[in-house]
């Protein structure tokens, strides 16, 4: 009777064991998953936000005389526009920036403009673009 004691001890200590390996592998395998999910939004948010960027025409800097609301400086790297530089003035909200420091911007995962926080949109033709993309990898 002892020995079927241990024996049925030993087996439950073994399962327990092996169901400790197995939940944490399991937990392991849904973290993995979860990251390269997050990762691959990440990428995708980045590469939504280089569509955007690639859809805005730049415009030189003209200060306006006696203009006391626009900002004569990009609020992103804080130096002042040169006259005829060529800066992104956002669609929407109409804020205007230095290109490179908008797409440093965007690439550290900012989908708001940095003033208003209003969320970038795509311009129209580029949205229906991005819109067919996303159901074409949707698809497959």
């Keep these: 009777m002892e020995a079927a004691a241990g024996e049925w001890l030993m087996m439950a200590v073994w399962y327990f064991g092996q169901g400790l390996i197995y939940g944490s592998l399991l937990a392991i395998a849904i973290l993995l998953i979860s990251e390269a999910l997050a990762a691959i939004q990440r990428w995708r948010s980045k590469l939504a936000g280089e569509r955007l960027l690639d859809t805005i025409p730049d415009i030189p800097y003209h200060p ?4 006391d609301v626009s900002p004569s400086s990009c609020v ?16 929407g909200c109409a804020h205007m920036f230095h290109r490179q420091c908008m797409r440093k911007w965007l690439r550290q995962g900012n989908p708001t403009c940095p003033i ?12 229906e673009e991005e819109r067919r993309i996303s159901t074409a990898e949707d698809m497959v």
């Design 76 to 91: 992103i790297c804080i130096e002042e526009y040169e006259r005829g530089e060529r800066c992104l003035v956002m669609p």
């Design 116 to 127: 208003c926080r209003a969320t970038l949109l795509l311009a129209p033709a580029a949205a």
């Design 64 to 67: 306006l005389p006696d203009n």
